[in-house]
């Protein structure tokens, strides 16, 4: 039972939950999964009430899509009121008709705890940071799927510079995350990446190289504070020099912007259930605002005298 205004349970209130299973070799066979849903939805007894509009769905993974094949294909005809709790806005082979900014809410990724510890543990203060930026993970050089990805494949060209650590995976990940200055969060197969939310238990200021991720939690945490957004059409040397400029000029500032990093890190742990800052504090928040706006009814049956 969750006890926030506009969200205190009530009797008829429809409490159910259930998690749809439909792997094979990472992929899904849509006709089955859509028959899954569809048996759900029918079993859940208080969504005609209000045509869904008071039911949440959490879509795992890459919003609706997965490895780009539909999970729920029918979904426009059968929750289109409904609220959806998802990693990304703009979803591939969807684009934005698939999220709703008026209901839908953006959550973050999941980090597990072994490696969120190991990263916190990498963390170093401002004034002994010794790295402008970083990114190592999938690039077009060692992942199929981003062979045609622009924006990773430009950032490989800072990689000449020696106050820069650019590349594939290394095993030293952690350590070079947490003496960066900045972590590059370059868009990947689709707009969101886990690798802002890992960034933040780094105390690496995210500078963020995807044009069309939204943000989570805008109502609580002042992203213009603690991250830079750079064009995804200007990843070159005017990048490099920005950033280059800015430690070299501004190291309060930097500091400043690394603390409001670290004090907002608590936003993304999945694993903190009792402070007043959590994933699950800002996702409660975001359900209470839209509660605000949401209507009674939409068509019902009938009513009378």
């Known amino acids: 039972t969750y006890h926030h205004r506009g969200l205190t349970r009530a009797d008829g209130d429809d409490f159910h939950s259930s998690i749809i299973v ?14 899954l849903f569809q048996t759900l939805i029918k079993s859940l007894p208080h969504f005609e009430r209000r045509k869904g509009v008071d039911h ?23 929750i289109p009121h409904s609220i959806f709790l998802t990693t990304e806005a703009f979803t591939p082979g969807c ?3 698939c999220f709703s900014p ?19 543990a990498s963390n170093l203060p401002s004034r002994e940071r ?17 062979a045609n990805n622009t924006v990773r494949g430009a950032i490989v060209a800072f990689a000449v510079f020696p106050d820069v650590s650019i590349g594939g995976f290394i095993e030293e ?17 689709s707009s969101w990446t886990n690798h802002l939310y890992e960034s933040f238990f780094a105390g690496c200021i995210p500078l963020i190289l995807s044009d069309n991720f939204v943000l989570p939690f805008q109502g609580l945490i002042d992203w213009q504070s603690l ?20 430690v070299d000029t501004k190291p309060s500032l930097i500091q400043e912007m690394k603390l409001r990093v670290d004090a907002a890190a608590c936003w993304f742990d999945w694993y903190d259930f009792g402070t ?10 975001d359900l209470e605002q839209r509660r605000q706006w949401m209507p009674d009814y939409l068509y019902p049956p009938d009513w009378g005298a």
């Not at 439909?22 to 028959?35: G, L, P, T, W």
């Not at 973050?108 to 916190?120: E, K, S, V, W």
């Open 173 to 189: 990940y952690f350590e070079v995350m947490g003496k960066s200055h900045f972590c590059l969060i370059p868009v990947g197969t």
């Open 130 to 146: 010794t790295l402008l930026f970083n990114f190592h993970g999938r690039m077009p050089a060692n992942h199929a799927y981003y």
């Open 56 to 78: 949440i769905f959490a879509f795992s993974d890459q919003g609706f899509v997965v490895n780009f094949t539909h999970t729920f294909p029918t979904w426009r005809d059968s």
């Open 95 to 97: 684009g934005p008709s």
């Open 276 to 285: 007043e800052c959590s994933p699950y504090k800002g996702i409660m928040h």
């Open 102 to 120: 008026w209901k839908d809410i953006i959550v973050p990724g999941h980090t597990d705890q072994d490696r969120m510890r190991a990263i916190r």
């Open 227 to 246: 991250s830079i957004r750079w064009p995804q059409s200007e990843v070159d040397f005017r990048l490099y020099a920005y950033i280059k400029e800015l």
């Open 22 to 35: 439909n792997h094979r070799s990472k992929y899904r066979d849509v006709q089955q999964v859509d028959e």
